[in-house]
C-alpha cells in the first residue's frame, strides 16, 4: 500500500511537472519568435478607451493603435463582451497575435453588487466572503473579464484614510483569512481556471494602509518588523492561496517606493512566500515614482523592472523607455524577458492561448449576471454585515409602526452600492427609504444638507464625473434652505411613531482621494439629528458610511444606531430586514471606532509603554495618556449587538502548560440567553506576556461564527500551538518563544477572559 502511494505521489509530481514543462515549451516558442518591442508591449497595460462606460472600437480608439503596434498586453476598466470581442480580434490579428488580459476593478461584486469590503469584513463569515467573491467571478468572467483587481488586503489603522472602506479593516490576523477566502472565491481551490474563475490582482503591495496621518498616496514610515507583524499577513496569505498576480502600491516603504522596492517584491513576496506570478504597477505608480524624487521616466521605469516589477499599468514608462535602457545597458534582455513569460504564464494558465475568446461569450453575458439568485444572495449577505452600535430596545420595530423615513441617506441608491462599484445596475440599489415602506407606512423627508460647505458637496460629489466626463453638467445642490429641510422633517418625525434617520457618508467620500480629518457625520446632518432629539420622538439612527466615524453624540443621544456601511444591490431591504427583525444582527466590527480623531491611528493590537494607561480611565500625569480624551475607543474591535443576549461560560485550557511542539485546546460555552436565534462571533486573542520584542496587548488568534438557537448552548474550541503564538522577532525569524501567554476569549475585544498558558 506504501508503495502504491509513493508511486502515485511521483506521478502526480510528474503531471505537475509535465504541465509546468508544457507551459514552459510553449512559452519558449513563442518567445523565440517575438521581436524586442514585442516583448516590451506585453508589460504595458492601458485602460479601456471609456473607462468603465462602453466603448466603440474605432481607428482613432488609442488602444487599437497600440494593439496593431504590438504594444499592448491587457486592457482594463470595459466590461463590455461586444467591446472586448473586437478588441481581442485585432489584438490575435497584430504582432505576435497574443491575446490581451482583460481586467476590471471588480472589488465588491459586479454586476451584482454586494457591502463593501470593509462591511463584508463585518460577517467574520468567511464562507460567505468566499462565496460573494465566486459571485463575483462568475459575472465578471460573464462580462469578459479574466482578471480582477482584487482583494484589496491593506490593514488600515487609521479611520481619515479612505480607502479603509476597501480592505479588511485593522487587524492582520482577520486580514490573512478574508484575503484567502477571497482568492479561493475569484480563483477556485485548484490550480486550474474553470471557465467562470478569473485571476485576483492582490494590492496594494505593500503597506498602503499605513499612510502617514491617513492622508492618501501618503509616506509609509514603519520597521520591517512592525510591517511583518502588523500589516504583511493577509498578502502573504494570499500568496499561500495561489494569488495569480499582485499589484504594487503608490507608496513608499524605507525610502524606496514600493513599485521598485526589490524587498518587497523580490524578497518577501517572491523568494519568502514562493509566489510566482506577476506584479502590475497601480495605475501611473511608475510615472509617480518621478515625483517621488527617484529620477526621470527612463531611471524609474529600469528600476522598477529590475526590482521585480513586469507590467506598466498606465505610465508607458515600460513601452517608451526599456529599448533604450537595454541599449545603454541600464537593464538585461534578461530583465525584459522575465516579466514578458511571467505574463504569458499567466496569459497561459488563464486558457487564453487555448481560447482567446474564453470569457467572451455573449450568451453568458446575457445569462449569468446580475440574476435573480445572485440579488437573492447579496440581500442574505448584507443580513450579516450590519453592526448594531446601540440599541435601547428600540429594535427591532414592529411593523406596521409608522416611521418618518429621514435624512440625505434615505432615497440615495448610488451611495448604497458604496465606492468603487462599476455596476451598470447602481442607481437601482434598493434605497433605505423604498426598503423600510414596503414593510411599513413610511413618509420621507430628505431632512438636511449632506453638509454646510457647498463648494465642497459639489466637489466630493460631482468632483469624479468633472474629470472625466468632458461636458458635465452639475445639477444645482442646496436649492431648498437648510431650516425648511429640517422643519419637513421635525414635521414628518411629529406624525410618526418612531424616526429613523438616514444620514453618514455618500459614497464619493470613501475610497480613493477621499481622506478626512474630521471624521464626524457631517455638519448639516448633526443638526438634523438634534432637531429629530428634540422632538422626544424615539430616533433610530441608521449609519451609512465607509469608515469608523466619531459618535460620541449620537451614542449618548439616539436610542439606537445600526451601522449599515454601503450594502449594495439589495441594501434598503436588508436593512429593512434587521430594523423591523426579520433577520438578527450578528456583525462585529473589525475597526476600532474612535472616539474623536485626535486618538488616530487607533487600533486594539497596540503595544502597552512603559508607562500603561487603562483604556477607561481618565487623565493621570505621566502615565501614556491624553488630557481630554479616554484611551479606549468608543467602540471596541469585535463588537457588535444582537436582538438576543449571549453569555460567556469560563475558558477552559485542555492544559495550563504546553511543550513548544504541542498543541492545547481553549473552549468556552457560550448559552443564547435571550428569545432570539442568533449568531454569535467567538474571539480569542493572546498576549505574549515577555518576550525578546516588545509585543501587542492582545492579538486575535482565531475566531468561530456560530449559530445558537434561543436558549441553547454551544461550546467552541479553538486549537493552539506554536503557530499562533509566534511572531517575527527582531531579526525577522517567525518564532515562538517558551513563557507564559494570556489566552483570552470573548464576544470582543473589550469584555474578554483570560487564563494563563506557559509554553514550555
Ligand atoms: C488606482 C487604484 O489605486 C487601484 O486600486 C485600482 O485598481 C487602479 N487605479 C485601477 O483602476
Redesign the pocket.
Known sequence: MKRLIVVFAALCVLAGCSQNSEMDRYINRLMDGMTLEQKIGQLNLH?ASGFISAARVTEEDENVKLLKAGELGGL??SGDVEYLRKIQEIALESGAGIPLITGM?VIHGCETVFPIPLALSTSWNMELIEKTARVAATEASAKGINWV?SP?VDICRDARWGRIA?GGGEDPFLGGEIAKAMVYGYQGRDAEYADDEVMTCV??YALYGGAEAGRDYNSVFLSRQEALNGYLRPYQQAAYAGAGSY?SS?NEFEGIPATMNPYLMDELLRKDWGFDGFIVS??TAILEEVAHGIGDLQEVSARSLQAGLDMD?NSDGFVGTLKKSLAEGRVSEADIDRACRRILEAKYKLGLFEDPFRYLNPDRAATDVYTPENLAFAREVSHECQVLLKNDGVLPLKKGTRVAVVGPLAKDATSMAGMWATSSHNSECFTLFDGIAEVTPATYAEGSWLMKDKDLEEGIRFGMMRMFMPGFKAPAIHTVSQQQLIAEAVSNARRADVVIACVGEISTMNG?GASRTDISIPDAQQELLKALKATGKPVVMVLVTGRPLTLGWEEENMNAILNVWSQGSEGGRAVADVLFGDANPSAKLTTSFPRSVGQLPLYYNHKNTGRPHPDYEPYRKFTSCYMDELNGPLYPFGYGLSYTTYEYGPMELSATEMPLGGSVTASVTVSNTGSRDGDEVVQLYIHDIYASSTRPVQELKGFRKVHIAAGESVKVEFTLTAEELSFYNHELDWVCEPGEFEIMIGPNCRDIQTSILTVL
Do not use: P, R, V
Request: net charge negative.
Open positions: 485602460s482594463y476598466g476593478d483587481f484589496m476597501e494590492k496594494h499589484m503608490f497601480d495605475a499599468m480613493e
